[in-house]
């Protein structure tokens, strides 16, 4: 349970900051609206809450959390933007994933 829990706080914490990154990429290289930052800010604000809720240090999480960020990613890429994924693009995010898991899993010292 508790794998599934972590794993679901890491892909919700990735949507976040990808939200907050792409929204102003549409404002400044497709021009829409500006007030796209404002949503843009909140979903930022909100990447940087859930970060705080990861039960390791900040370090550690933020290296696990790397790994997630980069399968989201590619999601995002495929479902959002339309754009097939690779072979090689599938080869890297389980090589990812295994670093990830890695680092993310490991029994918890006091750090």
């Known amino acids: 349970m508790e794998f599934i ?3 679901g706080l890491f892909a919700i914490t990735a ?5 907050g990154c792409y929204l102003p990429w549409l404002v400044l290289r497709q021009g829409k609206s500006a007030w796209l930052f404002l949503p843009a800010m909140a979903a930022l604000l909100i990447f940087a809450w859930l970060l705080t809720l990861h039960p390791t240090a900040a370090g550690r999480t933020y290296a696990a959390y790397g790994g997630m960020y980069i399968i989201v990613a590619l999601i ?3 479902v959002v933007e339309g ?3 690779t072979r090689l693009d ?4 389980t090589v990812t994933l295994i670093g990830m ?3 993310a899993f490991q029994p918890i010292s006091r750090d």
């Open 76 to 78: 995002w890429l495929r």
């Open 101 to 103: 898991a890695i680092i």
């Open 83 to 85: 754009v097939e994924l």
């Open 15 to 19: 949507i976040a900051e990808i939200v």
């Open 5 to 7: 829990k972590l794993t």
């Open 90 to 93: 599938l080869v890297g995010a």
